[in-house]
């Protein structure tokens, strides 16, 4: 009993999100079948490929805003390319290198400068949505292979595996991310640094490479999850990735990954990300309208927060 | 040591009721005793001296005189009746006006409205800006500060004139106590003299003044009588006639402490003492304030002692890299000592004074707080070797002689004196040369300042150099080769280990010379 009130907050969002399937399942009829148990997986992998490189910047005691903007940028520049006849192997890895230039930008500059990464991030963000608009026109035309489409479709297939590959590479991605925290001095510093950044420096933490590298990660992570919403859309949209700024550090805070930094997990973040996409089911289940859908979802991500938010207030009472 | 009773020396008669008493005042935070019997008593009409070395108990005094902290204990009588201050405004409406040691400012405000802050209410304004003016000018002119612009903002003053704009607030108000903490450092010859006359003033008209200085000289200049501080509890009130700097440095230091510590660490060490590892050469802490040279060696643990804001603190900084002097240089057999990275590749290792805010990262591992810094030695590609680094994690413990439920437990579950330890353990396994610790053993429970005392000797004996800054002057009778006591920004006096026990340290801490002390 002990064991468990010591790890409540950690065993808590793995809870809701399992007690939500079983309360969804029960509530609407044909939901516990294996399609919607694959499309669950499918979104909840897009979310949690976009969430892995918020939360390893909000552990480390930063923030990115420019994940919506840099899956917009990702989108349109790998469909409006692919429309005019580049190849998918060119232009995929020249619009992560993009990403992770982006990333690296807004480390460097929040750190060398010490302007809050909220303020940076918003910025680029901001210049992002310019040039797209700036470039395009607003005229998005453009399309996308077929196995991308398939990468990222409900009833795709990864070789003998009944899921799409847009799973499998989450399932990867998190094994990585688990090893990052974990097992690498990257981690730890990340951990640090959140924890305490004032001790961070005087613990010899070279603070500039370590923001520089975290963000760019996220920025080339967000680029990856804007190919990917290239081949869910089958079109360039630079809007593709708005409701991510959102849905990305909910994921991270209802997975308890305190917006503080220095403690947390993208393991927890992965229970945040099968909530989120949980409960936007289950809303659209009941008929909700795309309106009453956004009011549920801010009352419930409000209430959950306010349930960590205790917790994480108690054990910083030590 | 009883009180002895104001005479003809005072002007105010003895018979009258104090203004304010203390009696068996006290205040501890948790298991510290800030203040642990406190008596004394401020008659109208006196200036009184309030006098002690650093954590002596004079700002926790001051703070719950002015309603910022409460008593935990004891009675204050103001006025003849037993008051409880409960806040700052309590204690201005009972005509308490404070100035306290730090220059509480707004930069961005002018000299007027910093003068004025807190008598007008929140939307209206109590006096037109002209009378403002008036009253602004004259609160200045009293500290010969007249002739300074009331429209000025205060972030283009300089330290004695902020100073001096604390105190003209202060003495806006209507009050019957005026208490001093601290507030003539920062002001030159001039200001203090026509402050002192201003004081003088004040006395005639039947007001009092609680006065707090470290120089023995503006003391003796205009205290009636002083009462002095030791360890939280009030040893002694002398009157203006019994009043002399040995007297008083006599009352203020203990022998006490360093005798119940003495007998769990390694008596009288002898090391072997080495080349120079770290030497200051003609190091000006700031401009103007006198340059000076130390060297410490390696095998050696040198002692930095000062009274708060002489430069001391600055001094070890500029060691670690941290700030770079006004002039000279810090210089290791690796080159100058001109930025925190290149210090630390010189071998030297910094303890900074905050373990909170600076040093632990809590919710962290014991682990990761032990090797944070030097991951590196524990990785390939980025990743790392987790059962090297928990073999060293396992030495560490062993070293800095941290008590813990394992190395996986937060650090912020063990104990502040194991938190030091831990922390220090994380600068061990940078296996340094020099370590330069600011105030290592403050906050920590004996056991743990005990186990301290160890690994230092043990450091120095294995051949490392020791800068060790302490406020704990039995500590540094107890551990050190030699002590360099800093004065007015710069170092004023190294005392040998032969030499070393407390009054000269505190001797030294207040700029007096063992020459001067003798005429004295």
């Known amino acids: ?213 975290v963000f760019a990660i ?16 089958s079109a360039a949209n630079p809007q593709v990735g708005d409701a991510y700024l959102f849905t990305t550090l909910s994921a991270v805070v209802i997975g308890g990954t305190p917006i503080i930094g220095g403690r947390g997990s993208y393991a927890r973040t992965i229970a945040g990300c099968f909530i989120i996409t949980e409960l936007t089911m289950l809303l659209i289940g009941l008929g909700l309208d795309e309106a009453a859908q956004q009011v549920s979802l801010g009352i419930l991500i409000i209430v959950l927060v306010a349930i960590y938010g205790r917790e994480t207030h108690v054990r910083m009472q030590i | 040591m009883s009180e002895i009773a104001v005479e003809e020396t005072a002007p105010a008669a003895p018979a009258v009721t104090p203004l304010v008493a203390f009696r068996g005042l006290r205040r501890n935070f948790g298991e510290t005793i800030a203040l642990a019997d406190c008596s004394f008593d401020i008659v109208p009409g006196e200036i009184h001296a309030l006098v002690g070395e650093n954590g002596s108990g004079k700002s926790t005094l001051i703070k719950i005189l002015s309603g910022i902290l409460a008593e935990s204990g004891g009675e204050l009588i103001w006025d003849g009746k037993v008051t409880r201050i409960a806040d700052p405004r309590a204690a201005q409406q009972a005509g308490i006006a404070t100035v306290f040691q730090e220059t509480l400012v707004l930069d961005q405000l002018s000299v007027r409205d910093n003068v004025v802050l807190g008598l007008d209410r929140l939307f209206r304004r109590v006096q037109s800006t002209a009378d403002e003016t008036r009253v602004v000018r004259e609160a200045l002119d009293t500290i010969g500060m007249g002739a300074l612009d009331p429209d000025m903002p205060l972030g283009a003053l ?67 009588r002083s009462t002095v501080l030791r360890s939280g509890r009030s040893v002694a009130t002398v009157t203006r006639a019994d009043t002399t700097t040995n007297r008083l440095l006599e009352l203020m230091s203990t022998h006490e402490e360093a005798q119940a ?19 200051a050469k003609s190091v000006e802490i700031v401009a103007g304030s006198g340059p000076f040279d130390l060297a410490v060696r390696a095998g050696e643990i040198v002692g930095i002692a000062g009274l708060e804001g002489h430069g001391q603190v600055a001094f070890i900084e500029a060691v670690a890299g941290l700030r770079n002097p006004a002039q000279g240089a810090v210089e290791t057999d690796r080159g100058v000592v001109t930025s925190f990275l290149n210090a630390a590749r010189a071998g030297i290792a910094y303890l900074p004074r905050e373990r909170k805010t600076q040093g632990i990262f809590a919710p962290l591992s014991v682990l990761d707080n032990l090797t944070i810094s030097a991951l590196g030695r524990f990785s390939r590609l980025g990743l790392l070797a987790e059962a090297r680094r928990r073999a060293e994690g396992m030495r560490l413990i062993a070293q800095s002689h941290v008590t813990t439920p394992g190395l996986a437990a937060p650090v912020a579950a063990l104990s502040g004196g194991n938190q030091q330890k831990v922390f220090l353990g994380r600068l061990l396994a940078l296996t340094p040369r020099v370590l330069v610790l600011n105030d290592p053993m403050r906050g920590v429970d004996l056991g743990a300042k005990q186990d301290i005392y160890k690994i230092l000797e043990q450091f120095a004996s294995a051949g490392g150099a020791v800068m060790l800054l302490s406020t704990e002057l039995a500590e540094l009778c107890l551990l050190c080769d030699r002590v360099a006591v800093f004065h007015n920004r710069s170092l004023f006096a190294v005392i040998e280990r032969q030499a070393l026990n407390e009054q000269a340290l505190i001797a030294a801490m207040f700029g007096q010379t063992a020459a001067a002390r003798g005429a004295g």
């Open chain 1, 218 to 233: 996220s920025g080339g992570l967000s680029a990856v999850a804007g190919i990917l919403l290239a081949g869910f859309s």
């Open chain 1, 1 to 213: 009993m002990n064991w468990v009130r010591q790890r409540l907050d950690v065993i808590a969002p793995f809870a809701i999100a399992i007690g939500l399937f079983l309360i969804t399942a029960a509530v609407i009829p044909g939901y516990g079948n294996l399609t919607s148990i694959r499309s669950l997986l499918l979104l909840s992998s897009l979310l949690g490929i976009a969430s892995a490189g918020q939360t390893l910047t909000i552990i480390m005691g930063g923030i990115d805003l420019s994940v919506p903007a840099v899956i917009g940028l990702a989108c349109v520049a790998f469909a409006v390319a692919y429309g005019e006849g580049v190849s998918p192997w060119v232009i995929g890895p020249i619009v992560i290198v993009a990403g992770i230039v982006v990333g690296a930008v807004n480390g460097l500059i929040s750190r060398s400068l010490r302007v809050n990464s909220l303020i940076v991030t918003l910025a680029t963000a901001t210049i992002i949505y310019g040039a797209i608009w700036a470039q395009t026109k607003g005229d998005n035309r453009g399309s996308v292979p077929d196995g991308l489409t398939d990468f990222v479709s409900v009833i795709g297939w990864t070789g003998p595996i009944p899921l799409p590959g847009s799973v499998i590479l989450w399932g990867a991605l998190v094994l990585v991310f688990v090893i990052l925290e974990r097992r690498s001095v990257l981690g730890r510093w990340s951990y640090a640094s959140g924890a305490n950044p004032g001790a961070a420096e005087l613990a010899r933490i070279p603070s500039l490479v370590l923001w520089t590298v």
């Open chain 2, 261 to 279: 510590a003495e007998g769990a660490v390694p008596t009288a060490p002898q090391r072997a003492v080495g080349a120079a590892v770290v030497t």
């Open chain 2, 158 to 224: 300089s330290l004695a004139q902020r100073q001096g704009v604390t105190i003209a607030r202060a003495l806006l108000r209507p009050w019957r106590l005026l208490v001093l903490d601290e507030s003539t450092s920062a002001l030159d010859v001039d200001a203090r003299d026509r402050l002192f006359e201003a004081l003088r003033r004040f006395r005639g008209e039947g007001r009092s003044i609680l006065f707090v200085s470290h120089r023995m000289d503006e003391i003796l200049d205009i205290a009636d």
